[in-house]
């Protein structure tokens, strides 16, 4: 098959892909390149970081196969795919816990002013007295959006003693007594910001959820809560997020792994303050989630993989899990 490699994936499975196929490589091309390679391309795989769009794909007159080595689809025309019948394929499972992890992470780095305390201690102050934190055990664990990583991270809670409340695109009593069945307590959006200490961002963007924590839902917010956002950018508006995030705002700090712009030289609005921490979209950026999901694009491709309805996803099925 000829393959367009238009994101990093797994060096074996790259490898792999090599051996028996026709492969064209080239990591988060510009859109005019990506275009010019599409041309007689059978088979893209992508991840985040480049657009899949309509031009692209309109350019790509062979595609049959779209192969998503992870899970978003905010960055393809996804119409296009619908109306040329094109077989897309996620891989949404192995990123779900490396996402949930860093989750944590971003979580536990507010709480306790790691990164904060690291970067002081790098310049010679030892801030202890002002890096006095709080425990994540007993509070209140907020999630929006209770799918495959908002699940892991409601039980990696449980684990630490939290207490997980969330929400879903389409609550039913049969989904909230599963949950209440894991400990989870299923709730709406209002009562989720209201209750939640530690508020984490857990949906796809699409049109429904763009925006979707904007200055009207921040009001809302328990003061002093933390906000961890390891979904998309575009779900939260950073401007109104900056807002409550300086001196008299209602959230204490944010853990952003996803930004509105994101990629080499972009600076997001909230960097220099000092309850924030940014990291470059790197929730499944893990070695042992890149290589499961190496491994499945590799079976995809080869057609040994699981089968199109075990495995297909559409935006719209993501963003009512
Ligand atoms: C994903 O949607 O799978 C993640 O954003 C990871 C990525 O594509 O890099």
Redesign the pocket.
Known sequence: MKILVA?PIDSDALDQLRTRHDVVVAFGAPEEELRRLAVDREAIVF???VSISSEVLAAATDLRLLV?????LDNLDLEQVRRRGIELRRV?GP?AQA?AELTFGLMLSLARGITLGDRLLHQGHWAKSELVGYNLTGKTLGIVGLGSIGSRVAALGSAWGMRPVGCVHTPSPTRAAEFAAKGIELTDLDNVLAAADFLTIHVPLGAETRGMIGAAELSRVKPGAFLVNVA?GGVVDEAALLHELRPGGRIRGAGLD?HVNEGEGKVSPLAGLPNVVLTP?I???TVDAQREIGQEVVAIVDGTGPTREGSVMGQAAAERA
Do not use: E, F, L, T
């Not at 998503?68 to 978003?72: E, K, L, P, T």
């Open positions: 994101s991840r985040s970081g998503r080595a992870g899970s978003g949404p990123g996402v998309r996803v979209h929730g499944a950026a």
